[in-house]
Nanobody, 124 residues
């Protein structure tokens, strides 16, 4: 199994930038595709982005495409989410997640391990 710890959340004004990190420990990091999800108050958790085991494949939710970039440093066992041009609707708790399934996925149920989440607040 793998343990995931997010960091880098906080408050920022609309139009600003923020980078989230997710440190992984435990089983070999490259065993997992890695994803970011978020949950706004009163809403269901939603997919943000996913990256393949060696970083060659990435997919994004339409709502963040062109503004967010997911990346990973397998030597450091760390996942990143660079968020630019932030909007108020990006506010929520951001979770990193690990999937040991065969293909990359944006489906919540395909992820086996989750971090505790980090709060991102964007003020307009």
């Amino acid at each position: 199994q793998v343990q995931l710890v997010e960091s880098g959340g906080g408050s920022v004004q609309a139009g600003g930038s923020m980078r989230l990190s997710c440190a992984a420990s435990g089983r070999t990091f490259t065993t997992y595709h890695m994803g970011w999800f978020r949950q706004a108050p009163g809403k269901e958790r939603e997919f943000v982005a996913v990256i393949g085991r060696i970083g060659g494949i990435t997919y994004y939710a339409d709502s963040v495409k062109g503004r967010f970039t997911i990346s990973r440093d397998n030597a450091k066992n760390t996942l990143y989410l660079q968020m630019n041009s932030l909007k108020a609707e990006d506010t929520g708790v951001y979770y990193c997640a690990a999937s040991a399934r065969v293909g990359v996925s944006g489906e919540y149920s395909k992820y086996d391990y989750w971090g505790q989440g980090t709060q991102v607040t964007v003020s307009s």
